[in-house]
């Protein structure tokens, strides 16, 4: 196939030329480390060579935050355009070679040419995503009153009729599973039946799983609170697992970092999950307050090392459905996406390679032997380790860039397509 990537292997080439001695020479004196700590750096860059990351199709536009959209030039208007943006990202990061769609968001008419061209951009579809909480000019029924969950059983069919079709876009494009986020719950006790709306939840959802072809997994997307403030339907991970047990083996938990109240022990929440065989995936973003869409690792890299930790070790003792799908999830308003998600990728592939260089063996002896300041300190040492030689250098040997913020920059990507691009419109925004 003719590839048309946008950053050429030759601008990689050469915006690494001046770094690499420097990188090599850092990489060396972390093997040096790591070796004193029986670590074999090689292996921990095979591991980190082999992780990926999805880019949400909606990530790569700045216009998902809550109150405006500030328009910026050379912004992507279509999905043919995200598409680009996302290849600019997997060209010098590495760890992306997937886009997780949004419909209708990206709705076009023929998705095997969309398949292709992202394929000639080195990029492959993740899982397609369902959008049932905003109305679409000429709908017919309103999701005001909710939508898979709503009492209006023209509203609950017209739902379950569009994450069918999501599967159906997703046959074609190359995908192998759904994510169901719902926006359906109440703003007033007693607005709702909470019983009844989650039975009503249970018989849709149950019927878009009767649709999933056989290798295909129903990803269920949990979410404290909002656009609903009192009761959310799928609020936690106590109702998607029900909701998971109860529809079948190929319905697992989505976990979105960003969908936990402040201080929820979400490693926990990830461990738990997967010892029953549900842990489906992560949107991975960040949260302070009530953004549930801050960049990864931005506001508490701590904690996503922390859950790495729990994915370590479910990959070394893993049940069975063992195979999480990881993607990212932010909205972005005062950054270029572009950058946003060059830098979440590389927090988050930093946080596995934290991970992953954990004395396991010291860690569990200290637990065993309830000596709980070494256990403590076997994590804090691997968090304390700066792992950027290691994902760094896996990602210049797959073709990307030693330092990707730089290599962008240079590039012109944007000014380029500021030239190119039709200006967006200043609008509100959306959850
Ligand atoms: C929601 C949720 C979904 C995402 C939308 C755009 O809060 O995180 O995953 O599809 O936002
Ligand atoms: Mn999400
Ligand atoms: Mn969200």
Redesign the pocket.
């Known amino acids: 196939m003719e590839t048309k990537l946008p950053i050429t292997p030759d601008f990689i080439r050469d915006a690494n030329a001046p770094r690499l001695d420097a990188l090599e020479e850092d990489f060396g004196a972390l093997g040096r480390q790591l070796r004193r700590r029986g670590i074999d750096i090689e292996k921990i860059e095979r591991q980190v060579a082999a992780f990926t990351v999805a880019l949400p199709s909606w990530g790569a536009g700045r216009g998902g935050t809550r109150f405006a959209k500030f328009p910026f030039r050379g912004a992507p208007t279509n999905i043919h355009e995200k598409l680009q943006d996302c290849s600019v990202i997997q060209q010098l990061c590495r760890i992306t070679p997937r886009v997780s769609p949004h419909f209708p968001w990206d709705f076009v008419s023929d998705y095997r040419a969309l398949r292709q061209e992202a394929a000639a951009l080195g990029l492959s579809f993740d899982a397609v995503n369902s959008n049932t909480f905003q109305d679409q000019p000429g709908q017919r029924h309103s999701y005001a009153t909710g939508s898979l969950t709503s009492t209006d059983r023209g509203a609950r069919e017209q739902a379950i009729a569009h994450n069918i079709e999501c599967i159906n876009i997703g046959k074609e494009l190359g995908s192998s599973a759904i994510?169901v986020?719902l926006a359906d719950g109440s703003n007033f006790p007693g607005q709702q039946d909470l019983t009844r709306a989650f039975d009503r939840y249970l018989e849709a959802t149950a019927q878009i799983y009767a649709a999933l072809p056989g290798n295909w997994r129903m990803l269920l997307?949990h979410?404290l609170f909002e656009p609903a403030f009192y009761s959310t339907v799928l609020q936690d991970w106590g109702s998607s697992i029900l909701a998971a047990q109860q529809l079948g083996p190929k319905a697992q938990c989505?976990v979105?970092l960003?969908?936990h109240a402040p201080n929820t022990n979400i490693e926990q929440i990830v461990s738990r999950l997967h010892r029953f065989g549900k842990l489906g995936g992560f949107?991975f973003?960040d949260s302070k307050y009530g953004d549930?869409?801050l960049d990864s690792g931005a506001i508490n890299p701590h904690q996503l090392f922390l859950i790495f930790n729990e994915l370590v070790e479910a990959g070394l003792n893993p049940r069975p459905g063992f195979d999480p799908a990881y993607m990212i999830?932010q909205s972005h308003n005062v950054t270029d996406p572009i950058e946003s998600m060059l830098s979440s990728a590389e927090a988050i592939a930093s946080a596995y390679a934290k991970a992953l260089v954990v004395d396991r063996a010291a860690l569990r002896d200290a637990q065993e032997s309830n000596d709980v300041m070494m256990a403590f300190q076997a994590l804090r040492q691997a968090y304390r380790t700066d792992v950027s030689p290691i994902v760094a250098r896996a990602r210049v040997a797959a073709g990307g860039a030693v330092d990707v913020l730089a290599a962008y920059r240079a590039s012109g990507w944007r000014q380029e397509m500021a030239g190119k691009r039709k200006p967006m419109a200043p609008g509100t925004g959306i959850v």
């Open positions: 994510t986020w997307e979410k989505l979105d960003g969908h949107h973003n549930d869409d999830d």
